[in-house]
């Protein structure tokens, strides 16, 4: 345990790692008394063993019932437990309040492993990591070189057995220092001198038995009996020493230490492995799980500390750039003025922008006025319809904006459970046709509006007013419950009221001159109307589980904004905030799938990226030193390839007019500087701009 220094407290969590230790040391030893004692304790003294075995016998006889209750508060017997639980997962990632933040989330982590995939660890270590661990294992190092007396016993009960030449490279001292100091404890029988592979070593008392029962090693006829008696496991003691006073080890290197047959070594190695104490990495490379942990984190530090964060704006161009806005090309002088208006084409490029803008909640206003045109450079209505109709893209509902708009969001249908939140079922607050609707769509298929009033009326034997339906069905589509094979309803939502206007009703006339009137118009007819075409249907999505989820959320992220930060994680409104995703981006990072580190000023401490993205900020982050010719570009501000506003907040201007992220505002980036900001009716604007710039036409 940590030494006790008068006026001062020892660290909690530096007392539990020094048990942790300990007891790992201890479980070597089944009758260690400390174990045993602690056994009692607990099997005698706090619980009460008797008590439980007749509770467990009146139940399994049936004089006992379990009765399952829903309580607003948990009783005084749970309070304890629940109190025992929290206080578990103190010094554990905090589990009850991710738990508590995430809805009960859970990551499996074995199968977050086989998605993730396995990665070769070796290629995950900076080579002068291992060089500098090594030094430092081998005491080699400056700072960590022995001194005294005690200094060189220590270094033969860490190290192993050594000679004396490698005593005196390992200590302060000099030569004659060292080898009165090996005088001494020789005298007092603290050390003493063995053959191993031919050397003659010193090594510590308490090795003896070790040396002898796992190499045979012949011992001085002078030790004392009690260093003499038999060991459990002697040639694991020793190899997982070595291991763990090494970087990397080969069992040929192992096999030399100690004069062994690679057989016996590789044999032993793969018993280690089973019990989880070592690690096989690239070829015949072995290291001990300890010393594994601490080359890993050793060199994401340094890969950490190598990387200087990029300027807010040339993350902004960078954005541009990945969701399609603006060639990789931007900025070059062969290239200048004749750049078009987005970088895809055709129904390919729609499906792109989709599957990288998938589950994201826009006004479906913007859609088809700025989004797609912004990415697809020839982007035309019949391209949406075209993937509607064929079923490779759906359409949700998220929330109603007044009248005429509502966020929605597109999914690709075969990777639909990534990115659609399927929604709860809220019988309580539907209305009778509301539930009518969604019992009709429950049987299956897609729908016309006029079959669908039909159905109602079969069972209900009531006729439905189409004003009506029509509300119950827009009600049920942003609560994300249903949706239509077409894009049609959505543009006649957020249609002008006077293209929306009702088509009046014609006279004609009959055979004989007079002017008559037309039947009262069909039913069929009347359920025409621009807002219920098409076919109704049920969203209905296969769920993932947890792990399955937050992974396709993370990755989404990683493609959408290529990084994820706690303002990326914000503005997707992940579940869990994001100390849930952080505890996932971990496990990619150690999978050698993202980096963690401080790529973007102004994104806080904690942010992950791929290791192609972050060499691109990096050529971006060169050509901003360079004089080059950029387009500037005029978004929605609600686009998320604008991080102003959302990502990064709004760069400070001296006007009080403070910029939103509306429908209908839009902004002018150029190079990712932020130029233009014209608000909603375009009365208002900001300009941001020090001095003239010359721009690229488009």
């Known amino acids: 345990m940590p030494g006790r220094t008068p006026g001062h407290r020892t660290p909690l969590w530096q007392q539990r790692l020094r048990a942790s230790q300990l007891l790992e040391i201890a479980q070597g030893y089944p009758d260690f008394p400390v174990i045993l004692e602690i056994l009692r304790e607990c099997l005698q003294d706090v619980y009460d063993l008797p008590a439980l075995e007749r509770l467990m016998r009146r139940l399994n006889g049936g004089e006992i019932q379990i009765s399952d209750v829903t309580t607003t508060t948990p009783s005084p017997f749970a309070t304890s437990l629940l109190f025992g639980y929290v206080a578990e997962f103190m010094y554990q990632s905090d589990a009850p309040l991710a738990e508590r933040r995430a809805s009960v989330l859970s990551l499996d982590s074995e199968l977050l492993r086989n998605l993730l995939g396995q990665v070769d660890p070796g290629e995950l270590l900076d080579p002068q990591v291992i060089r500098q661990v090594e030094e430092e294992l081998q005491r080699l190092a400056p700072g960590r070189r022995a001194k005294g007396e005690e200094g060189l016993f220590d270094l033969l009960r860490e190290l192993g057995p050594m000679t004396v030449e490698d005593l005196a490279q390992r200590h302060t001292g000099s030569s004659e220092e060292v080898a009165s100091y090996l005088e001494n404890l020789l005298a007092v029988k603290r050390i003493f001198p063995a053959m191993i592979s031919g050397q003659e070593r010193l090594a510590c008392m308490d090795d003896a038995a070790r040396l002898r029962d796992a190499l045979g090693v012949r011992l001085p006829e002078s030790l004392p009996e009690i260093y003499l008696h038999r060991v459990s496991y002697p040639l694991r003691d020793l190899f997982l020493r070595y291991l763990r006073a090494h970087a ?16 016996i070594v590789e044999e032993q190695l793969q018993q280690l492995r089973e019990q989880g104490l070592v690690m096989n990495l690239q070829q015949d490379i072995w290291v001990s799980d300890e010393v594994f942990r601490r080359l890993r984190l050793r060199s994401l530090q340094a890969a950490r500390e190598a990387t200087r964060p990029v300027a807010a704006t040339t993350y902004a161009r960078l954005l541009l750039e990945r969701q399609g806005v603006l060639p990789a090309t931007d900025g070059s002088p062969a290239l200048f003025a004749s750049t ?34 912004a990415r697809v450079r020839d ?29 929605v969001a597109l999914h690709l249908q075969e990777y639909a459970a990534e990115s659609f939140t399927p929604a709860e079922a809220d019988q309580a607050n539907r209305s009778a046709l509301q539930q009518a609707i969604v019992a009709v769509l429950a049987d299956g298929g897609a729908w016309f509006a006029q079959q669908i009033s039909q159905r109602i009326r079969d069972k209900i034997g009531e006729s439905v007013d189409l004003s009506a339906l029509q509300e119950a069905l827009w009600a049920l589509v942003w609560q994300g419950v249903i949706t239509s094979d077409i894009w049609a309803p959505l543009r006649a939502l957020t249609r002008s009221s006077s293209n929306a206007r009702t088509s009046t009703r ?11 009137y037309a039947q009262p118009v069909s039913p069929l007819v009347s359920y025409n109307t621009p807002n219920l075409a098409g076919r109704w249907s049920l969203l209905q999505v296969e769920p993932l589980n947890d792990t399955e989820r937050m992974l396709a959320l993370a990755e989404n992220m990683l493609d959408r904004y290529g990084i994820i930060s706690r303002q990326a994680v914000i503005a997707e409104n992940i579940p869990g905030g994001f100390p849930s995703m952080q505890t996932l981006c971990r496990s990619m990072e150690d999978s050698g799938r993202i980096m963690r580190g401080r790529f973007v000023e102004g994104l806080g401490g904690a942010q992950f990226a791929e290791r192609l993205t972050i060499d691109r900020w990096r050529d971006l982050a060169t050509q901003a030193t360079q004089t080059r010719h950029y387009t500037p570009v005029a978004l929605s501000a609600n686009d998320p390839a604008n991080v102003w506003g959302n990502l990064l907040p709004w760069p400070a201007h001296p006007a009080t007019l403070v910029p939103t992220r509306r429908a209908g505002a839009l902004v002018v ?26 721009f690229s036409t488009r």
């Open 248 to 263: 990397l080890v080969t069992a040929e290197q192992l096999a030399h230490e100690f004069s062994l047959g690679i057989a």
């Open 506 to 516: 014609r006279s004609h006339r009959a055979r004989r001159g007079r002017p008559v």
């Open 669 to 694: 980036v150029s190079s990712g500087k932020l130029l233009l900001y014209l608000a909603q009716g375009g009365k208002k604007m900001l300009v941001w701009q020090e001095k003239p710039q010359r």
């Open 340 to 373: 078009s208006p987005g970088v895809y084409e055709g129904v390919d490029g729609v499906m792109r922008v989709i599957e990288q803008l998938a589950g994201v909640g826009l006004p479906a206003s913007l859609w088809e006025s700025q989004i797609l045109p």
């Open 379 to 407: 982007y035309s209505s019949e391209m949406l319809d075209e993937l509607l109709a064929t079923g490779a893209v759906i359409w949700s509902g998220q929330k109603k904006l007044g009248e005429d708009d509502g966020l």
